[in-house]
């Protein structure tokens, strides 16, 4: 009878100990996969840089502060097409959408060495359009290290005083409709309420966004 009561007793234990493991996996998961696509909460600050244009010339991150309504921090791989579409299609959201406010848009490319194709191509995307758009340029992992880049690419909304108002981590399909949901109500469109589908002066994003 001990015996059998020594054995329900460790069944038990062991039941009990395999629960908390799991729970303990399980909530080790959620922690982080959360950090992961939420580095910055809304409110927090962000790490100074100090990078390079396309045309050598030398930027550093608070030399922004206060000079708009808006920064769009956009973190891309050089060499990863759909980082580059996605940073396309951003650039044509505010070509068409033509917002009131003071915005600036700094595309923080992880640099690939001695690839001069690339170069010409971000070089073309930032002269072909009229917006308030630079390209910089990150030699090396430094830059994404500060800012605990792990998906590509990574939006950062900042305030005038650079402090985040919004974080987009990866840009999935489904996050991708969420952030230009967000763009779309958070700036006020130039073309005013007469513009189809406008209301108040605040329009949905461009059809295929």
Request: aromatic content about 12%; hydrophobic content about 35%.
């Amino acid at each position: 009878m001990s015996n059998s009561k020594n054995s329900i007793k460790f069944k038990l234990n062991k039941s009990h100990m395999l629960t908390i493991f799991l729970i303990i996996t399980i909530s080790c998961i959620l922690f982080t996969g959360t950090s992961v696509l939420a580095q910055f909460k809304s409110g927090s600050a962000v790490p100074d840089f100090e990078l390079e244009d396309l045309d050598g010339n030398i930027y550093q991150l608070n030399q922004f502060y206060n000079k708009q309504d808006h920064l769009l921090l956009c973190f891309v791989k050089a060499d990863d097409s759909a980082s580059i579409d996605k940073l396309k299609d951003l650039v044509t959201f505010f070509e068409d959408y033509q917002p009131r406010e003071n915005y600036q848009i700094v595309a923080v490319v992880e640099e690939v060495q001695d690839n001069q194709n690339l170069r010409d191509d971000y070089l073309s995307l930032q002269t072909s359009t009229e917006i308030p758009f630079l390209v910089l340029l990150s030699e090396n992992d430094q830059t994404m290290d500060n800012f605990q880049i792990r998906n590509y690419p990574t939006i950062l909304l900042l305030r005038p005083d650079l402090k985040v108002r919004r974080e987009f981590s990866g840009l999935s399909s489904r996050q991708e409709r969420s952030f230009y949901q967000y763009l779309s109500f958070t700036f006020t469109s130039q073309k005013g309420s007469s513009a189809s589908g406008c209301e108040g002066g605040v329009c949905p994003p461009p059809e295929g966004f």
